[in-house]
């Protein structure tokens, strides 16, 4: 029996959903890699962070201004200036006076100063953005504790009052590109196990069809050579009397004649 061949090309729906889980799955890739970098690592450094109860010391506003950028449209950019505020608290991790800062952003903005307030053209806005805040923890938080975030490692003399990140920045760097890598996968293999699927089913059609058709061929074959068997045509004549004796057998009465001699 031939060999049976089967035609492995994948339809234009196949190939396309085929293009589309390799793209999901790039996309996981590269999304992991750039939020891994981006966000992650930051979260990891905040998350290390300790919470500890502090209690402000001190208020303090020098007399040193700093520099802000602001801007006013797609091509307009400017510098102002706002007044340093600095929150001294007593943690109780450590049991030792640090600077308060908001978060670990403007931490990173103004090391010297607690809060950096959104730049704004005018200089009389920064500095009235400055002392409500000098205000609030001068006036109420003074003389209660609250919860504030100390890292030994990193910053023995800095504190934060919150986290710029937390376990949910965490859920989304990892969650949605294992989403996307997952969904991609599935999609690749989806596609290929239904190919392969198609593939064998028409395997064993063809099989099933040539198969058929030797059954076919065989019994043509085998009434064509019953017809012809010279065995069977003897069995034949040998059940029919008239055919099987060579000559007919005379009646009782019957004289033979002779035949003349031919006169020369």
Not at 50 to 62: G, M, Q, Y
Not at 68 to 89: H, M, R
Not at 205 to 226: H, I, L, P, T
Request: charged share 25%; glycine share 4%; net charge neutral.
């Amino acid at each position: 029996m031939a060999k049976i061949r089967v035609s492995y090309e994948y339809s234009e729906a196949e190939d396309k959903s085929i293009r589309l889980g390799l793209f999901l799955i790039a996309c996981g890739i590269l999304s992991l890699f750039i939020l891994g970098f981006c966000w992650l690592s930051p979260t990891l450094q905040s998350l290390q962070s300790k919470p500890a109860n502090c209690t402000v010391v001190s208020v303090l506003r020098p007399e040193e201004m700093f520099e802000c950028v602001f801007t006013c449209g797609a091509d307009c950019k400017g510098t102002s200036l706002y007044p340093c505020l600095q929150i001294f608290v007593n943690n109780s991790e450590s049991n030792s006076v640090a600077l308060l800062h908001f978060d670990e952003q403007q931490l990173v903005l103004n090391p010297k100063c607690s809060y950096v307030p959104p730049c704004e053209r005018d200089n009389q806005k920064n500095r009235d953005s400055v002392l409500w805040w000098e205000d609030y923890f001068t006036k109420e938080v003074s003389s209660q504790s609250f919860t504030c975030f100390f890292n030994q490692q990193r910053r023995p003399d800095d504190v934060l009052w919150r986290r710029s990140h937390d376990t949910s920045v965490l859920l989304h760097c990892v969650l949605w590109p294992m989403v996307s890598l997952l969904l991609g996968t599935l999609i690749v293999l989806l596609t290929v196990c239904a190919r392969s699927l198609a593939v064998r089913a028409e395997a064993l059609q063809k099989r099933k069809f040539s198969y058929e058709v030797c059954q076919d061929m065989g019994a043509s074959d085998r009434r064509g050579n019953k017809a012809t068997d010279p065995l069977v045509a003897r069995d034949q004549s040998n059940s029919d009397p008239e055919l099987s004796s060579p000559t007919r057998t005379l009646p009782l009465f019957a004289v033979p004649v002779r035949r003349r001699d031919r006169e020369h």
